[in-house]
């Protein structure tokens, strides 16, 4: 299975403090996305790293990528109530010739106002 | 204006119906996805589509075929449902022009439940 893993798979924490979500992945990447589920929503996309990248950056959000580990980690500063959702990342293998992108097993975060 | 737009939101229905859902996209992209989601939240991808070529996940039953009538639409057709059907139907566009990354726009779920 393509299929990441995430952990840890549910994460609460107060307002004011920092997330750290990990993902690993199993295939070459050219690039990993982050994206974020609201309860009873579609999925909405958050930041995109480039296989060649090692970090970025967008708002709160910082993601680290180690494609010699295969892994990934999205950090929220300063996390607020409204951060609470679920959040996935995303790979695609470009070795399959599909557009398919396939996601981690998730994260649900609660910040507890 | 909504992105990608899927109807219906809900549908309940009983074993061994046939129940389509419907998927609009307006954003001019060039393929387009149905993911399924589970009650542990597995997002699993079902089937890509382009005006060129179905990829389909071997794992998805023949059961379930996708339609698409013209670039804009593909909709999930689902034949004599079963209790395992019961999940969260995901439609999502992207676009593959040069340099675009890929990312997925997603339409706000349609939650079928099969009884």
């Known amino acids: 299975s393509q299929q990441g893993e995430e952990d840890p798979q549910a994460l609460s924490i107060q307002e004011g403090e920092n997330a750290t979500m990990n993902c690993s992945y199993k295939?070459?990447?050219?690039?990993l996305q982050w994206y974020r589920q609201n309860s009873g929503r579609g999925l909405v996309h958050l930041i995109l790293?480039?296989?060649?990248?090692r970090e970025k950056h967008s708002g709160r959000l910082r993601v680290t990528l180690d494609t010699s580990k295969k892994s990934s980690s999205l950090l929220i500063t300063a996390s607020r109530a409204a951060d609470t959702a679920s959040y996935f990342c995303?790979?695609?293998?470009?070795?399959?010739?599909?557009?398919?992108?396939?996601f981690g097993t998730g994260t649900r975060l609660t910040v507890i106002p | 204006d909504t992105a990608v737009s899927q109807t219906p939101k809900y549908l309940v229905t009983q074993m061994g119906n046939d129940k389509s859902i419907k998927c609009e996209q307006n954003l001019g992209h060039d393929t387009m996805y149905w993911y399924k989601q589970d009650s542990k939240k597995f997002l699993k991808i079902m089937f890509s589509y382009n005006n060129k070529e179905l990829i389909i996940n071997e794992t998805v039953p023949n059961r379930f075929s996708p339609k698409s009538p013209d670039k804009a639409h593909l909709n999930l057709h689902i034949n004599s449902l079963e209790l395992g059907d019961s999940a969260v139907y995901f439609c999502a566009s992207s676009t593959r022009l040069a340099g675009n990354t890929g990312e997925l726009f997603f339409g706000e779920g349609s939650r079928l439940t099969v009884l």
């Open positions: 995303a790979t695609r293998d470009p070795g399959t010739g599909a557009n398919n992108l396939f």
């Open positions: 295939t070459s990447i050219n690039n």
């Open positions: 790293i480039r296989s060649n990248e």
